[in-house]
């Protein structure tokens, strides 16, 4: 199985922030990784799929970089809605997500 | 518009058995897979398992090979998690989420049924 290292498992900060969270796994994916968004009581929201693709209607704030093995999620200035927790998961055979980033505010 | 409708909550007591559903519409049903994922309560995603409703072929996580079963009815669009003998540990929220099969873009998910299992 491929596991799938997210960190920081939480993270504080404040409107206006540049945010990174990476996730590292056990062995290469290619650019087969996905990240979503995931607030209280919510199914997940897809942001990024193939590591940099941002989904459709998804704000450009955010991005994604990587290939094979590291991975990161950047929020370019981090805004009131984005407090939530954040999941990266791969794709590459069947599917395993990372821990999760809680992002709360400072 | 693509969506993925499941079943309402349920309330169980141990050693009884369940079904949920995940009926989807906007789409032709037979071209992505549907996965099933859980989430207990305060905790992360994990994955269970999918199916491929064209031919109701099934890949199963190993945590949960055995304890669930995962199918499909193409004819009415929807996809099946059940258990034959639930415990209280199998209490969670379950998704289902549509996967394209040829470039595993899953972009819809379904609104989450919560299961409680308790005596």
């Known amino acids: 199985d491929i596991q799938m290292t997210q960190s920081p498992s939480t993270l504080s900060a404040s409107v206006g922030d540049r945010v990174t969270i990476t996730c590292r796994a056990s062995q290469s994916i290619s650019s087969w990784l996905a990240w979503y968004q995931q607030k209280p009581g919510k199914a997940p929201k897809l942001l990024i799929y193939?590591?940099?693709s941002l989904e459709s209607g998804v704000p450009s704030r955010f991005s994604g970089s990587g290939f094979g093995t590291e991975f990161t999620l950047t929020i370019s200035s981090l805004q009131p809605d984005d407090f939530a927790t954040y999941y990266c998961?791969?794709?590459?055979?069947?599917?395993?997500f990372g821990q999760g980033t809680k992002v709360e505010i400072k | 518009e693509v969506q993925l409708v499941q079943s309402g909550a349920e309330v169980k007591k141990p050693g009884e058995s369940l079904r949920i559903s995940c009926k989807g519409s906007g789409y032709s049903f037979t071209n992505y897979w549907i996965s099933w994922v859980r989430q207990m309560p305060g905790k992360d995603l994990e994955w269970m398992g999918r199916?491929?409703?064209?031919?109701?072929?099934?890949n199963y996580s190993p945590s949960f090979q055995g304890h669930v079963t995962i199918s499909a009815d193409r004819s009415i669009s929807t996809a099946y998690l059940q258990w034959s003998s639930l415990k209280a540990s199998d209490t969670a929220m379950y998704y289902c989420?549509?996967?394209?099969?040829?470039?595993?873009?899953?972009?819809?998910w379904g609104q989450g049924t919560l299961v409680t299992v308790s005596s």
């Open positions: 193939k590591a940099s």
């Open positions: 989420a549509r996967q394209d099969i040829l470039t595993g873009h899953t972009g819809y």
């Open positions: 998961q791969q794709y590459n055979s069947y599917w395993t």
């Open positions: 199916i491929d409703p064209s031919d109701s072929y099934t």
